[in-house]
């Protein structure tokens, strides 16, 4: 069965910088496209960053030059490096899975930004 895990969030004070997780089983990783997602209170859940079979990222503009994804096929885990975090980054963070026929989430892990 498909199984993706988040972990690495938590508590930071504002322009500090977490690292998430998402360790992914029950999947052929390498043949995924893997994204980050956010869903603060009262709001959509909206795209962060995405990554490729091949590595090529995308950001959403809003944390464009602070964020970076990654993706470590050996371990089967994709990373999101949160850097100069913002009170708007608060939420709960959510990874994505998708073969491109199915698409799995994680559970999710929040993030709290304090200013």
């Known amino acids: 069965q498909v199984r993706l895990v988040e972990s690495g969030g938590g508590l930071v004070q504002a322009g500090g910088s977490l690292r998430l997780s998402c360790a992914a089983s029950g999947i052929i990783f390498s043949m995924n496209y893997m994204g980050w997602y956010r869903q603060a209170p009262g709001k959509q859940r909206e795209l962060v960053a995405t990554?490729?079979?091949?590595?090529?990222?995308n950001y959403a503009d809003s944390v464009k030059g602070r964020f970076t994804i990654s993706r470590d096929n050996a371990k089967n885990t994709v990373y999101l490096q949160m850097n100069s975090l913002k009170p708007e980054d608060t939420a709960v963070y959510y990874c994505?899975?998708?073969?491109?026929?199915?698409?799995?989430w994680g559970q999710g892990t929040q993030v709290t930004v304090s200013s």
């Open positions: 990554i490729t079979t091949g590595g090529s990222t």
């Open positions: 994505k899975a998708d073969d491109r026929r199915d698409g799995y």
